[in-house]
C-alpha cells in the first residue's frame, strides 16, 4: 500500500523512521536513453544544457516510477572548471561519458582557482538543480553526489602520480588531500544550499582492490569523516569495488548511510556493522538491466533485499542503455518485495495507513 | 664464484629488487649482469619476471595493492631499461618476436592496468605498439593492420566503455580471425569475453598481471628457462 510521497518515504529512510514500502532512487546517475530519445535529444547533450540535465532526470524518474532524480552524470564538472577540460563525445555513435583530458602530470603543478564554482558547467549543474527543484513540486526527492577527496584527486592528477605518491610523498600527498577536502567540501555545501534531499560521496576510487585497508585508514577515512561532520544529513558514502575490508571503517566516517557494490558480502557487512546501519545496495547495474532476461531481474533484487539492504540500489550508474522491461521489473519487484522492513528501517502498520 | 652461482644470485637480487620496490638495486644488478658478460634475456625472465610473478601474488593475497604494482613495475623498468639493448636475438627464439597492439578504448582514460600487460608483453620480447588512452575504437584495427600484430590488447576500466571492445573485436575478426584479442579491465569477466568474442581476459591489475605471467611462463617453458 503506498501512502507516502516520494519525498517522504526517502526522508524517513534516512531517519530510519517507518515507511510505507521500500523506495526506488539511487544515489547516482540514473537516466536512461528511452527518456533522452522520449525528449528527442542525444546523450551528449544532457551534459551541457540544465534543461536537458533535468529534463532527461524528471523523464527518466517519471518513465519508471523512481522516487527520485539525480544530477548531474559525469565526474568532469569540478575538473573541467578547475581547467583540465572535458571530452564529451559529442560525435559518438555509442554512449560514452565525459573524461578529463588533461590531467596535472604532477602536485607540484596543482593550481586551484578560487573561482571555480562559477567557471565551465558549474553554473548548469546548479541550475538543473534548481529546474528540478521547482519541477518536482515537492513530490520527488532530489539527489545529487560529489567525488570524495580521493577520487577528486585522481580525477585531477594523474593516477599513478596518486598512488605511488601514497608511498613515496605521503606528506605532500596529504596535504593535497587535504586541499581536495575543502574543495569537495564547498561543493558539496553549495548543492545542499540549493536544496537537495541527499547527497552522495562517492569515493569510488578507494576500493582494495586499488589501495590497502591501512592506506585507506591514512588517506581516505580522516578527510571523509572531516567532509561528513561539515554537511548537513542526510549524506551516504558510495564506495565501488571491493569494500569487505574497510566497510567497518566506512561507517565510522559519520555518513548516514553507506552505499556498495556487488563486491560487498552484505550478510558479513550486517553482522559486523548491526541492524542499525542503513545498507544501500548492491546489484550489477550492467549485468541485472542491460544483460540479462527482464525474467531473472526479480531474483537479484530479491537476493539483495534478503540479504539485508535498507534500500536496493544498483552499484554504479544505471547504464543509459538499461532495458526498458529490466528497469521495470527492479522497481516493481523493490515496490512488492519491499513492503516488509529492512533491518534499519521500519514499515508503517497497515492500519496505520489507512488512516494516513 | 661459478657462473651458474653468480647468475642465480643476481637472478635473485633483480627478482627481490622487484618485489621490494627498489629501482636502484634493480639498476645496479642490471648493470653487473652486463660487467660479467651474463645473459640479459635470462636476467629479465628468470630475475625480473620472476619477481613481478611473486608480485602477482602478492596482489593475489592482499599483501600487495596497486600503489605497489606501480612501484615495483618501476624497479622492473629500472632493471629492463639497462638489460634490453643487450638481448641477443637467438635467445629470445622465434616465439616472443610477436607484436600486440595495446590501448584502453575511447571513452576511458584509465590506463594503470594496461600499463602494467604492456609492461609484461615488453618483458617477453614482444613488440608493442601502445595507441595509449582514449583511443578511438578503429584506431586499433588500423594499428593491427598495418603492423599485422598478433595480439590485440584492449582495456576498459568503465562497464560504459565496455561496449566498444565488442565492436572492436568484431572489425579486427572479421578481417583476420587469427588476431589473438585480450580485454582487460574492471567491468570484463569470462562471460563477457566469450559474448565478445574475444580469447582472454584479465578484470583487474593483479589479474593483467597474473595472465601475462601466464603468457610468459609458458614462453619461458617453451624455451627451457628455469627460475
Redesign the interface.
Known sequence: MITMTPKERIAKLFTREPIDTMPVFSGQGMVTMDAIRKMGIRFPQVHTSAAYMAGSAMTTAELFGFDAAVVPYDMCTVPEALGRGASLYEQAEEVLYPTVPSKWQTLDEVEIDPDFMTKARMPVVDEAIRMLKASSEGRLALGTWVLGPFTMAGQLVELDVLLKGAKKHKEKLEGFLSQMTELVIEVARHYQDLGVDYLSIREMGSGTDIISPRMWRTFVMENLTKIFSSLYSPTILHICGATDMIIEMMSETGADALSVDQKNDVVESRKKLGDSVLILGNFNPYETLVEMDASQVEGVIKKCIDEGVDAVWPGCDIWPEARKENVEAFVRTVRDYGEKPSPAVGRIAARERFVS | MAQGDLRDEFNKALSDAVVN?DEDAARETAQKVIEEGLSAYDAIMNGLAAGMEIVGELYDT?EY????L??CA?ALYAGLDILKPHIKPEEVGTSAKGQVVIGTV?????D?GK?IIKMMFEVAGFTVHDLGR?VPLEQFVEEQMKTDSDIVALSAM????M??MKKVVEMIKARNPHVAIMLGG??VTKDVTELFGADGYAD?AGNAVQEAIKMVSRLREMQGGTK
Not at chain 2, 575511447?106 to 584509465?110: C, E, F, L, S, T
Not at chain 2, 568503465?158 to 566503455?161: A, G, K
Open positions: 620496490m592482499h595493492f596497486v600503489p605497489e606501480l612501484l618501476d575511447q571513452g576511458d582514460v584509465h594503470i600499463n582514449d568503465m562497464t560504459t566503455t561496449m566498444g574492471a567491468p583487474s
